[in-house]
């Protein structure tokens, strides 16, 4: 009793008493049971931050329409990709300064200010005027909204070492029903007064601005979101002091079974930083790297799958409505949401999250190269086959991303988190700024190819994005990705 008392008291003083990243370090201590309040409370602030990204797409046609800058009727299109690509253009600038942000000053402040740039920007994108307030306040929206970094971070920081799969999944799990309940907001909210007469006047607030409703919506959720982050407990480390602990309290401390953050902080502080530089941290950026290679894949696929899926049959495609398409998203993104949160974490313990990113690749390649041949069925066994290659595809693709996301928060230590998640934001906006447009294009030129004597039409597509599934994969492997030595 005496010894652990005394253990006891050895711990107890390495907690600095005005640290708000100590007592998050004391309340992790003594949690037992599952996080469901902080888990809660990260989902719902990524749900808020992706609301907005994909909430456009069901209307952005017909608002561009609306601004009359395109001279001719396929111009739209055109001039529809720089409204969407002007929010990671500016995600893609903002996020490394966000990121040192965060390191600096806190996870917490700009987490609030992420929150609050959704709540300004997206509420005057939906009272666009013309075409350049659209592409301006979008551009803001990416610029000033900075917290998709420090989330990560955060959900790291705030779960024990056995949840922090689990905090990461759920930031994931919200990225992915974001990206399904958005466009449903925006399909189903967009231009109220033509698709609710009764409801709403064509003189009023929402039938002059007839895009104005969904993003009202959104943006009065994070408001809301925004407001309950003012409690949110801060995770960084800010000591006044650089020592309290003397050679031998800190040699009694290593052999204990726990040793918080804050003492880390304490040996940062004392100039012991084996990273340095985050650009110089391998583990890191063969992480982002990585990253960014799946990054291109996915947003790619997504590109493609789409427009794939609406394409008639004679050029290969599945002849689908946008109400079909909306579907097949919808199924794919429940599944996504009970296999972040019931399954990935058991999985991640039992055999690692490298090895679930290496096998989930593997196994892709083989699904895509599937889906050629599933556009050969029809009626009931198209759609069930469709939704769940669907499904497994996605699953895949997050357990992918999910792991990643362990490996470069774990890769460098507390005071770096900020600045290597905004460092990945950065080079994954610009590969999802890349995906969409290649996606597009090759569709196009394979479509353009059906009578080809080798991988004919959609094949070609397939076989293409099976090509950077297996590079991605094959980077997953030492020696070019490589985990921190603890």
Not at 162 to 180: F, N, P, R
Not at 355 to 360: F, K, L
Not at 406 to 424: E, F, K, P, S, T
Request: glycine letters at 8%.
């Amino acid at each position: 009793m005496a010894g652990e008392d005394a253990k006891e008291t050895l711990l107890k003083k390495d907690y600095y008493e005005n640290c708000s990243g100590c007592k998050v370090e004391q309340y992790k201590a003594a949690q037992r049971g599952l996080p469901v309040k902080q888990l809660f409370v990260i989902w719902i602030i990524v749900l808020a931050t992706v609301l907005p990204i994909s909430s456009l797409f069901p209307f952005l046609y017909f608002m561009v329409r609306d601004f009359n800058i395109a001279k001719q009727e396929e111009d739209i299109s055109y001039y529809a990709g720089f409204v969407g690509s002007s929010y990671m253009l500016g995600r893609a600038l903002g996020s490394v300064f966000w990121g040192k942000v965060a390191d600096r000053y806190g996870r917490k402040p700009v987490i609030i200010i992420g929150t609050s740039t959704v709540v300004i920007f997206n509420t005057l994108f939906g009272l666009s005027l013309n075409y350049w307030m659209a592409i301006i306040t979008r551009f803001l929206l990416g610029c000033l909204n900075g917290l998709l970094g420090p989330i990560k971070a955060y959900a790291c920081e705030i779960f024990r070492e056995e949840h922090q799969a689990l905090g990461l999944s759920t930031v994931t799990a919200a990225w992915g029903t974001g990206l399904i309940i958005g466009p449903a907001l925006g399909g189903f909210l967009a231009q109220p007064a033509d698709n609710y007469p009764d409801l709403f006047s064509s003189q009023s607030l929402f039938g002059r601005f007839p895009y104005f409703l969904p993003c009202l919506a959104i943006s009065l959720f994070a408001l809301v979101v925004d407001i309950a982050c003012l409690w949110l407990p801060e995770t960084l480390h800010k000591h006044e002091s650089d020592s309290i602990l003397d050679v031998d309290t800190i040699e009694k401390l290593e052999s204990a079974p726990f040793v918080s953050e804050a003492t880390e902080y304490t040996h940062e502080k004392k100039g012991s930083d084996p990273q340095g530089s985050i650009f110089t941290n391998w583990p890191l950026m063969s992480s982002i790297i990585v990253y960014c290679v799946f990054s291109l894949h996915d947003m790619a696929y997504s590109e493609i799958f789409s427009l794939w899926a609406v394409s008639p049959k004679r050029l290969g495609g599945l002849s689908f409505t946008t109400e079909d398409v909306g579907e097949v998203l919808v199924i794919s993104g429940i599944g996504l949401l009970i296999f972040q949160i019931l399954v990935y974490p058991l999985l991640e313990k039992k055999v690692g999250f490298i090895m679930i990113a290496r096998i989930s690749g593997v196994i892709s390649i083989p699904l895509l190269t599937s889906y050629s041949f599933i556009a050969t069925l029809s009626g009931l066994v198209l759609v069930i086959v469709l939704n769940c290659a669907s499904v497994l595809k996605n699953i895949l693709s997050i357990s992918i991303i999910t792991g990643l996301f362990i490996m470069q928060n774990r890769a460098v230590d507390q005071n770096q988190r900020g600045a290597a998640n905004g460092l990945a934001m950065t080079l994954m906006s610009l590969s999802k700024a890349v995906g969409p447009a290649v996606g597009g294009a090759l569709l196009s030129w394979a479509q353009g190819r059906l009578n080809a004597a080798f991988l004919p039409g959609a094949q070609m597509v397939f076989f293409i994005l099976n090509v950077v599934e297996a590079i991605g994969v094959a980077m997953t492997f030492k020696p070019f990705l490589v985990e921190r030595q603890k």
